[in-house]
């Protein structure tokens, strides 16, 4: 898992962190992106790998759940706690994984669940034909995005499948 935080003070992009999740196996990294100082009004949130329905995920990654809903649960939770309702939610790949990513019924109830105007998946390895097939508003393997008001940066966010 990526975990992405933001440190005030800072000038430049604002990112969406999986709270108190820390995916340390070997391929787990953590990312620091900075952000504005004082009051922000961000509209792009990104988070990586949620993984929802993916029971293994929890005790091969060590992730602080009791099972997969729980997981599912608290994932929504704090992504509500963030994204706003006119606000892009940008999904890093591997939003669902497991035989429940196989149900079509069940991955439309988690996506109806995520928060935001506009949604959108970069694809991942485990991103099957059903999620690249969820109502996304964009679904791509890179994307740049023009991520603050007026002259900001455009960032390029891309996922590696190497």
Not at 44 to 52: N, P
Not at 85 to 96: H, K, N, Q, R, V
Request: include cysteine; hydrophobic fraction near 45%; charge should be negative.
């Amino acid at each position: 898992m990526i975990v992405i935080e933001c440190f005030p003070g800072l000038v430049g992009v604002m990112a969406l962190a999986m709270p108190l999740i820390l995916d340390d196996a070997a391929r787990g990294a953590a990312y620091a992106l900075p952000c504005l100082s004082g009051p922000v009004t961000m509209t792009h949130w990104y988070t990586a790998d949620t993984h929802f329905g993916h029971e293994n995920i929890i005790p091969n990654a060590r992730r602080p759940f009791r099972d997969g809903e729980h997981m599912a649960a608290v994932l929504i939770e704090r992504l509500w706690d963030r994204v706003g309702p006119e606000d892009d939610l940008w999904i890093i790949g591997d939003f669902a994984f497991g035989p429940k990513a196989k149900d079509e019924g069940w991955l439309l109830g988690i996506f109806s669940q995520l928060p935001g105007a506009r949604r959108h998946l970069l694809v991942g390895n485990h991103d099957s034909a059903l999620t690249k097939g969820l109502p996304w508003d964009s679904v791509s393997l890179l994307a740049e995005v023009d991520d603050l008001e007026g002259n900001g940066p455009v960032g390029t966010a891309c996922l590696s499948l190497a």
